[in-house]
């Protein structure tokens, strides 16, 4: 079965640094682009980042760019998302996002995704 | 980036009725060597992740039930149930890959009248 499965959320204070885990089961990871989707409370779906199926590429959204690294393990099979000078805009529900197809491009449309885990800045 | 607008924002409907949403994108994303529109459609159900329902604009998903349909090229796209069903209660979001950078719209709330 394939699964995906979020780690590392929790309180951070305004201008530090987070690092989230996606653990991946029942693919290989570095077979599919994967994404970081957010959702903060109550609104809407956010895409933040991805990494090409290959590994060569990486994505960011305006928002994030220069704040955030997007990483893989292949080895481990894990997908990463360092958030470094985190803003209270940043708190959401982070989650981690298989492109639906095998390929080594960058994101498309996205299935399965994780369960999510949940990322609060505040002093 | 392209911006995705959906309407309305929410929507109630009776049971066995008819559902449709639509999702309007700032530019075109059909793809004219491919033809294909690259638009897909996920459904959010309360506490859950997304559920991809449809991508290519109106190809379904493998598992998701034939009510849900998607149609309309360019920049006009609609999803449609054509039988509400009570376990469709969700917000639905539509989204675009047709940029290097991906976007979803704000969100359709669909509820039981």
């Known amino acids: 079965e394939v699964q995906l499965l979020e780690s590392g959320g929790g309180l951070v204070q305004p201008g530090g640094s987070l690092r989230l885990s996606c653990a991946a089961s029942?693919?290989?990871?570095?077979?599919?682009?994967m994404n970081w989707v957010r959702q903060a409370p109550g609104k809407g779906l956010e895409w933040v980042s991805a990494?090409?199926?290959?590994?060569?590429?990486?994505y960011y959204a305006d928002s994030v760019k220069g704040r955030f690294t997007i990483s893989r393990d292949s080895s481990k099979n894990m997908l990463y998302l360092q958030m470094n000078s985190l803003r209270a805009e940043d708190a959401a529900v982070y989650y981690c996002?298989?492109?639906?197809?095998?390929?080594?491009?960058?994101?498309?449309?996205?299935?399965?995704w994780g369960q999510g885990t949940l990322v609060t800045v505040s002093s | 980036d392209i911006v995705m607008t959906q309407s309305p924002d929410s929507l109630a409907v009776s049971l066995g009725e008819r559902a449709t949403i639509n999702c309007k994108s700032s530019q075109s994303v059909l793809y004219s060597s491919n033809n294909k529109n690259y638009l897909a459609w996920y459904q959010q159900k309360p506490g859950q992740p997304p559920k991809l329902l449809i991508y290519w604009a109106s190809t379904r998903e493998s598992g998701v039930p034939d009510r849900f349909s998607g149609s309309g090229s360019g920049t006009d796209f609609t999803l449609t149930i054509s039988s509400l069903q009570a376990e469709d209660v969700a917000v639905y979001y539509c989204q675009q890959y047709f940029g290097t950078l991906p976007t979803f719209g704000q969100g359709t709330r669909l509820e039981i009248k």
């Open positions: 990494i090409s199926g290959s590994g060569s590429s990486t």
């Open positions: 996002a298989r492109n639906l197809v095998a390929g080594t491009g960058g994101p498309n449309w996205f299935d399965p």
């Open positions: 029942g693919f290989t990871l570095s077979s599919y682009a």
